[in-house]
């Protein structure tokens, strides 16, 4: 349900999404998945959010309406060092799961999709 996704978000990368629960979302140093996180830019800025429903599962589309900052992976965890320009405009689909301890996380894969390198957000501790 999308109030089990309302709340803050984080992952080991200091990024952090706060998801509200009218649709709108908050979120800092968010890089860009499959293929553009090789970009090695990060995202900062107000979007909108929503939690659907497909053939492979649940997935919260999260959409950024107005970008605040935009910065670069530092060189020790970019694939690639001719970043391009950041884009104003991006959307992102988390594909949504639950852990060992049935606790909800989000995710999206990074770099080669066939690679399986997953982009993992959990619940920010203190976060309903």
Do not use: C, H
């Amino acid at each position: 349900m999308a109030a089990d996704v309302a709340g803050s978000w984080e992952n080991v990368e200091g990024t952090r999404v706060v998801f509200r629960k009218d649709g709108t979302a908050l979120f800092e140093r968010l890089d860009g998945q499959d293929f553009d996180f090789d970009d090695s830019w990060r995202l900062s800025g107000k979007g909108t959010w929503q939690l659907t429903d497909g053939d492979g599962g649940q997935v919260v589309r999260l959409a950024l309406t107005a970008r605040t900052r935009a910065e670069t992976r530092s060189p020790s965890t970019a694939t690639d060092t001719s970043a391009s320009e950041p884009p104003s405009t991006y959307a992102w689909s988390f594909y949504v799961d639950r852990d060992q301890r049935d606790e909800l996380k989000l995710f999206f894969f990074y770099g080669d999709p066939d690679i399986g390198n997953t982009y993992v957000m959990t619940r920010e501790t203190g976060s309903p």
